[in-house]
Nanobody, 126 residues
């Protein structure tokens, strides 16, 4: 399984960006796909998660109300729509996947996921 993340770039505070993550090489009907981010000098942190059903997305409080995780089955792509960007959102964003449902208590834990994309850099200036 490979994950290709894209869509990062330079934005100003208040702008929007949309990240994409396209899994390939898989043939599964049940998965959990997530976005994590890692800012310079900080640990990787959970951003958002979506299960294969597309229901009940889960967000970190820092992005709730501003970011939306969604999927397009026809394009086999998961998106992270990021609105009202802040300088604190500056980080490398990674998508990751597990070929199973991840229980809620583990959904924010990076080691719950088996496959990781290469990351895409988002830089937000004030």
């Amino acid at each position: 399984v490979q994950l290709q993340a894209s869509g990062g770039g330079l934005a100003q505070a208040g702008d929007s960006l949309r990240l994409s993550c396209a899994p390939s090489g898989h043939n599964f009907s049940s998965y959990t796909i997530v976005w994590f981010r890692q800012a310079p000098g900080k640990e990787r942190e959970f951003v958002a998660a979506l299960r294969w059903s597309g229901t009940n997305p889960h967000y970190d409080d820092a992005v709730k109300g501003r970011f939306t995780i969604s999927r397009d089955n026809a394009k086999n792509t998961v998106y992270l729509q990021m609105n009202s960007l802040k300088p604190d959102d500056t980080a490398i964003y990674y998508c990751a996947l597990r070929e199973a449902v991840v229980i809620r208590s583990r959904i924010r834990v990076a080691t719950s996921y088996d496959y990781w994309g290469q990351g895409t850099l988002v830089t937000v200036s004030s």
